[in-house]
């Protein structure tokens, strides 16, 4: 049988944010991020389809999760076929 791993569109969705879900000291980044990860095993990672993020902000998202959470990660604009912003591509590739 299929395990079915249930989680959101991302840990800084307006509507979270605004809901009150997350408790009082759990306001920032990283603390919202380990919250949201005591709550469910899966977040989609929606960031990475308007900007590739760096090596340390990856890393920071697999510090403040616990061994086995997963990160749905949405595709870079520019994979998906859709309009991609040259800002968003990293300065070394906007050339080409």
């Known amino acids: 049988m299929a395990n079915i791993l249930i989680g959101t569109c991302g840990w800084t969705d307006r509507a979270l944010l605004t809901s009150g879900w997350y408790p009082p000291g759990h306001r920032d980044t990283e603390g919202r991020l380990r919250h949201y990860a005591t709550r469910f095993p899966l977040v989609e990672a929606d960031s990475p389809y308007y900007a ?3 090596a340390r902000t990856t890393t920071h998202w697999a510090e403040r999760t616990p061994d086995g959470f997963r ?10 076929g859709h309009p ?4 968003a591509l990293p300065e070394d590739l906007r050339e080409h």
């Open 52 to 54: 590739l993020p760096t």
């Open 71 to 80: 990160f749905d990660v949405k595709a870079h604009s520019l994979l998906t």
């Open 84 to 87: 991609t912003r040259l800002s």
